[in-house]
């Protein structure tokens, strides 16, 4: 007979695990269904292993002026070998955690390929070669998504890698073109350029990062352009071909065409919903577009069924695990009955790990005008800010778009060091419906960057102190 459970949740990524810990403490007997390692793309082959290579990019990138820093340590040099080690000791401390906090709240874990059966039925093809049946009462799907390509590029992880493959290499490529300049691509594109390597990137839009603010993706290709990134925008590459430890693109932007030549391609033009082996139809959930169609409560066609993160159709536009987490828990504070509230994509932010970062949350200024609000924008410079002077990062800005009347915050976008940390104020901000006269008022201590989103805030009142 199947197992039965309040819960099934088939993937374990940081949506599926974190709702199976939620569930867990609403009293749920829960049962997580992952097919390789607890913790998902996320955790072993996106968002993590980056940051970690990153963190160690942006020691590269301080060191280089270590003279001025007071500091004698020679010439700094990357051991890629002892980089990559680090990663993955990082990795598996998060993954050993993930395990600890399944056991800790007593969630049964099946590794192995999840399939419906029906709606309320699970079957699991267990690693060991032996099958199960879980029985559901709901079910939450949480497979995420995979690296997608393009007609007329075919993906091999040797010289053309998707973002898995460009984890793994063993050496820094002497040189990379990157296509697309979303978070991925430029996170990329400064890591390598910090190890040494040279890289262009290519854009089909206008502007990097460019669901971001107008402002904040010229000031990143003017950022990239200082640290010898070229960058090709609003151009097409249509074809890559492999010849010998070359890869040849042929790149059309406008009614020309050239060919960029590099070591390696890695394509980071986005990601698709992974699907593939449900057996959905089982369960009677609808795909729409190659996605989930889910409703207002991210329940998809089948009662009982839900869905959450990259593998479902919806408004958000942006795929990030925090989302998914959110989202999950929504679900299951609903499935429990109880008391909880719905996932405001309003207010949902946008870190990007770049050199310089970028952070945002909220409406572009174009976005607010488009949407018929009368704006206001403040800006503040990292410039005159004192802690960005005494780091030596002063590089970037804070923009705060605003509506005119009232002083309601909008949007808030960075570009500059650790702004990724000082995103929570601005949603925060943002969540609670606060004015910029609140955000001008509320005291910052000094000396911190975070005095430049107070700084911006009075700019948007006309009332700028250190500018």
């Known amino acids: 007979m199947a197992e039965a459970y309040d819960?099934?949740?088939?993937?374990?990524?940081?949506?599926?695990?974190?709702?199976?810990?939620?569930?867990?403490?609403?009293?749920?007997?829960?049962?997580?269904?992952?097919?390789?390692?607890?913790?998902?793309?996320c955790l072993h082959v996106g968002c993590i292993p980056?940051?970690?290579?990153?963190?160690?990019?942006?020691?590269?990138?301080?060191?280089?002026?270590?003279?001025?820093?007071?500091?004698?340590?020679?010439?700094?040099?990357?051991?890629?070998?002892?980089?990559?080690?680090?990663?993955?000791?990082?990795?598996?401390?998060?993954?050993?955690?993930?395990?600890?906090?399944?056991?800790?709240?007593?969630i049964d874990v099946f590794i192995g390929e999840g399939r419906f059966l029906s709606a309320q039925k699970v079957g699991v093809a267990l690693a060991?070669?032996?099958?199960?049946?879980?029985?559901?009462?709901?079910?939450?799907?949480?497979?995420?998504?995979?690296?997608?390509?393009?007609?007329?590029?075919t993906i091999d992880n040797r010289r053309i890698l998707d973002s898995t493959g460009a984890l793994a290499l063993e050496q820094i490529p002497k040189s990379i073109a990157i296509l697309g300049a979303g978070p991925v691509g430029v996170e990329f594109a400064s890591l390598f350029r910090a190890f040494g390597s040279e890289v262009t990137i290519i854009e089909l839009l206008p502007t990097l990062v460019p669901l971001e603010d107008e402002e904040v993706g010229q000031a990143l290709e003017r950022s990239f352009a200082r640290r010898g990134i070229k960058t090709i925008t609003q151009a097409t590459a249509r074809s890559a071909q492999i010849q010998g430890e070359r890869v040849k693109i042929a790149v059309a932007k406008g009614n020309e065409t050239q060919t960029v030549e590099a070591q390696y391609l890695l394509v980071a033009i986005g990601r698709g919903a992974v699907t593939q082996g449900l057996a959905l139809d089982e369960a009677g959930v609808a795909v729409e577009g190659g996605t989930l169609k889910v409703d207002e409560h991210l329940q998809t066609t089948a009662a009982g069924v839900y869905a959450i993160g990259d593998v479902i159709t919806g408004a958000k536009p942006f795929r990030l695990a925090h989302v998914a987490s959110d989202e999950a828990i929504?679900?299951?504070?609903?499935?429990?009955?109880?008391?909880?509230?719905?996932?405001?994509?309003?207010?949902?932010?946008?870190?990007?790990?770049?050199?310089?970062?970028?952070?945002?949350?909220?409406?572009?200024?174009?976005?607010?005008?488009?949407?018929?609000?009368?704006?206001?924008?403040?800006?503040?410079?990292?410039?005159?800010?004192?802690?960005?002077?005494?780091?030596?990062?002063?590089?970037?800005?804070?923009?705060?778009?605003?509506?005119?009347?009232?002083?309601?915050?909008?949007?808030?976008?960075?570009?500059?060091?650790?702004?990724?940390?000082?995103?929570?104020?601005?949603?925060?901000?943002?969540?609670?419906?606060?004015?910029?006269?609140?955000?001008?008022?509320?005291?910052?201590?000094?000396p911190t960057l975070s005095e430049a989103l107070k700084e911006a805030a009075l700019d948007a009142m006309g009332r700028v102190i250190h500018s």
């Open 7 to 41: 819960l099934v949740i088939v993937g374990g990524g940081p949506g599926g695990y974190v709702g199976a810990i939620r569930a867990a403490q609403l009293g749920l007997r829960t049962a997580l269904v992952e097919r390789e390692k607890l913790g998902g793309t």
């Open 50 to 106: 980056t940051k970690a290579m990153l963190h160690t990019a942006e020691l590269v990138e301080h060191l280089k002026d270590a003279t001025d820093l007071g500091l004698t340590v020679g010439d700094v040099g990357v051991n890629f070998a002892a980089v990559q080690r680090r990663k993955t000791r990082v990795v598996e401390t998060l993954h050993k955690g993930v395990q600890f906090l399944m056991r800790k709240n007593k």
């Open 128 to 153: 060991d070669g032996s099958e199960t049946e879980l029985q559901a009462r709901h079910a939450l799907i949480a497979t995420g998504s995979a690296p997608r390509s393009i007609p007329g590029i």
């Open 330 to 446: 929504a679900v299951v504070e609903r499935i429990a009955g109880a008391e909880g509230h719905p996932l405001n994509y309003d207010t949902v932010p946008r870190p990007t790990y770049s050199i310089p970062q970028v952070a945002t949350v909220g409406l572009s200024e174009k976005q607010a005008r488009e949407q018929g609000y009368q704006v206001k924008v403040g800006r503040f410079s990292f410039q005159p800010n004192s802690k960005a002077v005494i780091e030596g990062s002063r590089e970037g800005f804070v923009k705060v778009v605003t509506e005119a009347k009232i002083g309601e915050i909008l949007g808030v976008h960075m570009i500059g060091s650790s702004v990724t940390e000082l995103l929570a104020e601005g949603v925060a901000a943002k969540y609670l419906e606060a004015t910029v006269a609140e955000l001008g008022a509320a005291v910052h201590s000094h």
